[in-house]
């Protein structure tokens, strides 16, 4: 007999937006945590209109206002032009769309999501809790915390690129290093170069890199993220970088992003990494979501608004009347694959798209200032644009 109805592995940006709609949905939820939680892991985080629409309707509207930014627009710039080549109009896209974009610290959404979990008498959440060894069991699914073995009903793995259920869902699915480190920063907004809209986001296209600023902490702070080219593989989210490398580096681009990357203090490096979305992403009573299914480049800052639309799905193909867990699944995995391969393949095509040489930079240029902010944003009202029951 199953002792947990819902079991998820991971209570991050996945696995809490799961327990929170699961539990909305009549579930008994318990989420296990390898860690003693940790709120200030990563930085910046960008939430389209696809995904906040979903945390909307978990009622954190007011609360992610009060943490977040509306930015204005995507402004792009190209080399060391100092004005941009484009400017995408956020703001009346997101009347358009009936959403807006935010910006936000990924530990404020982490924390908000984590009181939520935590106001809630369905959602029972267990710390330093690593779920390993899942197996199969007539029924049900098993699996051990601690050296003591437990069984669900449904274990729901989201618990992230370096995934436990994924090694019994898809043992031969592995991680792809992308040859490119994320470096990353947060500068107080006083210390940013004044050129720097403090309401945009911000994405300077150089060769072999690119670096992407926007508000956080409600305008407060700025976060910065520089995407370069190199064959580095540290693990972890955290590592320290030079600082000298760094603004080495970019010495000689325009002089906005030589000033904001000379602007960072307290650099962190991050290996990126990606898995393949082939799947399968359920086996028996086991099923993946977010980076344990699917994880991304950050090149369309996707990753973590797959997560929650995953979520929303699952939820939406358990909740099915007349559906059993194998069909929820397998219905689950049929709407989500095709849509989440298209994003993870668009993040890796603008991987290639922003790290242009100059020759083919130039004709980058020329198509994207002939079609105009407006228009540029608009080819992506198939991803903004997403609703649940659309
Ligand atoms: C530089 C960069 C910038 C990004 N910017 C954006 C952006 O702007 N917008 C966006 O949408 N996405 C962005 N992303 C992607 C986003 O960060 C990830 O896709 C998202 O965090 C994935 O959430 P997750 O919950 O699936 O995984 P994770 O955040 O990795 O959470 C997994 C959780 O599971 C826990 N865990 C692991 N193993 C176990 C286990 N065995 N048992 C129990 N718990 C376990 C972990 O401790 C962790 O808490 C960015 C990524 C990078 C690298």
Known sequence: MAEFETAIAGAGIA???????????????????????????GAGLQISPNAGRILEQLGLGPALDAVSVRPQAIDVYSGSHL???????LASAALRLGAPYRVLHRADLQRLLLDAARADPSIRLALAAPITDVETLSGAISFSIGGTRHAAKLLVGADGIRSAVRHFVDPGQ???????????????????????????VSVFMNERSHVVAYPIRAGKEINVVAIIEEDWSGEGWAEPGDPDEITRFFRNASSVLTALINAGKAWTRWCLRAVEPSGPWHRGHAVLVGDSAHAMLPFLAQGAAMAIEDAAILTRCLAQPGFDTQAALQRYQALRQPRVARVWRAAQQNGTIYHMSPLAASFRDATMK???????????????GWKQNG
Request: charged share 25%; no cysteine; net charge neutral.
């Open 15 to 41: 696995g809490l937006t799961a327990a929170l709609l699961l539990s909305r949905s009549g579930r008994q939820v318990s989420v296990f945590e390898r860690t003693a939680v940790h709120y200030e892991v």
């Open 83 to 89: 004005k941009p080549l484009v400017s995408m109009p």
């Open 174 to 200: 592995t991680e792809i290093a992308a040859q490119r480190t994320a470096w990353r920063t947060t500068i107080p907004a006083v210390e940013a170069p004044e050129e720097l809209p403090r309401d945009h």
């Open 370 to 384: 002939a079609l105009g902010g407006e228009r540029l944003l608009a080819r992506y009202d198939w991803l903004y």
